[in-house]
């Protein structure tokens, strides 16, 4: 059974910096796109930034610049660096992963971290 486990969200000031981590267990096929969305309530969850197993990523245009996701595919994880915090980037923060199966992709969700920007 696939879990996915974050940590690193918590309260940190507007400027500040966050590191999230996402680990997978519970698979034996490398996921081929691991990502973070992010929901504040009453929005629609939204992708943040994406990373395919070759490296490839994809940001949302409010954290180009500022957000750096990385993943070790040895160890099935993903990290998401957050530097220049806004309080706009205050959300629940949930990690996503996809493996490929015959004609589809599996999808699978984190619990969530909260991240709070604020003073």
């Known amino acids: 059974q696939v879990q996915l486990v974050e940590s690193g969200g918590g309260l940190v000031q507007p400027g500040g910096s966050l590191r999230l981590f996402c680990v997978a267990s519970g698979s034996n096929d490398m996921f081929r796109v691991m990502g973070w969305y992010r929901q504040v309530p009453g929005n629609q969850r939204e992708l943040v930034a994406s990373?395919?197993?070759?490296?490839?990523?994809n940001y949302a245009e409010s954290v180009k610049g500022r957000f750096t996701i990385s993943r070790d595919n040895a160890k099935n994880t993903v990290y998401l660096q957050m530097d220049s915090l806004k309080p706009e980037d205050t959300a629940v923060y949930y990690c996503n992963a996809r493996r490929s199966r015959p004609g589809f992709d599996e999808e699978y969700w984190g619990q969530g971290t909260q991240v709070t920007v604020s003073l």
């Open positions: 990373i395919t197993s070759g490296g490839s990523t």
